[in-house]
């Protein structure tokens, strides 16, 4: 009871309180990162030290992959990742890697790439922003984006590209630049 009393109080009082109505009360938070909602501005630098964001890409689609090197599914991924940029990329669909693997795995990634023939854009997010830009919760996640800059799909855990109903959505996207959510 006695911390109901100045609780109470404090309700009392603030009808009483002068309200300047040009500031807003709270500044409006970033949409929750889901389809349907705009795709965070989140930027990291290339292998080649470039920073990038994906503002820059607006006008294609994006297929954003978070990643490690210490990822198994990750890994398993990546093969037919290259094959959407492949096929896709005329097309304009950009995949992009975000690997998020801390500083001194650098050469891990490029030795991995390398090996792999990946020929998609990698960015290195070693303070590992992308996850919570994304509020990803784990590795891979992969999020589709539309020409807009708008977020159609996410995939948690490793995903097949080539599987009749996730080929359906990249395609949809990439000729349409729309999806359903």
């Known amino acids: 009871m006695a911390g109901l009393l100045p609780a109470l109080l404090l309700l009392a009082c603030a ?3 002068p309200v300047d ?3 807003p009360a709270t500044m409006p938070a970033a949409a929750e990162p889901v389809p349907g909602n705009p795709a965070p501005d989140w930027s990291s630098r290339s292998l080649d030290g470039t920073t990038l964001s994906l503002a820059d890409y607006r006008g294609q689609v994006v297929l ?3 990643w490690a090197t210490w ?3 990750c890994l398993r991924e990546m093969p037919a990742l290259q094959e959407l940029q492949d096929e896709f990329g005329s097309q304009g669909l ?7 693997d ?3 795995a650098r050469g891990q990634v490029e030795q991995f790439i390398g ?9 290195l997010d070693p303070d590992q922003t992308v996850m919570e830009a994304f509020r990803a919760i784990g590795v891979p996640e992969s999020i589709l984006i539309d020409r807009e800059g ?8 490793e995903f097949d590209p080539h599987a009749p109903e996730e080929r359906a959505r990249i395609v949809q996207v990439v000729e349409a630049g729309q999806a359903p959510y």
């Open 21 to 23: 109505e040009s500031v």
């Open 115 to 123: 090996e792999q023939q990946i020929g998609f854009r990698i960015l």
């Open 15 to 17: 009808g009483d309180t």
């Open 64 to 66: 954003l992959n978070i």
């Open 94 to 100: 950009t995949v992009i890697g975000a690997s998020i």
């Open 150 to 157: 708008t977020i159609r799909h996410r995939w948690l855990g």
């Open 71 to 73: 990822c198994a599914p």
């Open 102 to 104: 801390r500083g001194s």
